[in-house]
């Protein structure tokens, strides 16, 4: 499994490194798979038609929305946990006055899930075990995939296991923005 990436360039406009132009890399996606598309595949990998897995997943759709506004979490299974948050101004002195005036906004919030490893790094479930990460333009191509691309060079020995080295998310309570 591999995750291209595209060097990016920015000149910096403030900070010690004013005025000077700046490397980093961003990942890179090839496009988007839709609900179709995703109900496409499991039809073919099943005996359901895409119409029933479209049904299924519209099913689902509604009732994490439903159960969402009811007040509910909801765990995506091997996903995480989807949650609303709050998006709120500036606090206030008193009991009294924190109220629900001082929610400016609803926001869907995702907390990815993972498990401990013995280190402490986390192991996100999204994320497939190994990740190649590869140049854009540089992927080999699969012979047997009719040029689609399925791998790659490693670029400067830099690999990630599973997600370890990212500090988002979790699992519990804590969804990383103090709110809990």
Not at 60 to 71: P, R, S
Request: glycine fraction near 12%; avoid cysteine; charged fraction near 25%.
């Amino acid at each position: 499994m591999s995750k291209s990436y595209k060097v990016s360039k920015k000149t910096m406009n403030m900070g010690p490194k004013k005025g000077k132009t700046v490397y980093s890399v961003r990942p890179y996606s090839y496009g988007t798979l839709t609900t179709k598309d995703i109900a496409n595949q499991i039809a073919m990998e099943s005996t359901a038609t895409p119409a029933d897995v479209m049904a299924v997943l519209d099913r689902y759709t509604y009732y994490v929305k439903e159960n969402l506004k009811k007040g509910y979490d909801i765990e995506l299974f091997g996903f995480g946990k989807l949650y609303l948050r709050f998006l709120t101004g500036k606090a206030v002195e008193t009991e009294k006055e924190a109220n629900a005036k001082l929610v400016k906004s609803i926001l869907p919030a995702f907390r990815p899930s993972y498990y401990l490893l013995k280190n402490g790094s986390r192991v996100y479930n999204l994320i497939p075990d190994s990740i190649e990460l590869v140049k854009y333009g540089e992927e080999k191509k699969d012979k047997t995939t009719d040029g689609e691309t399925t791998g790659g060079e490693t670029t400067g020995g830099e690999t990630t296991g599973g997600g370890s080295n990212t500090e988002a998310g979790g699992t519990g309570s804590d969804n990383g923005d103090g709110l809990e």
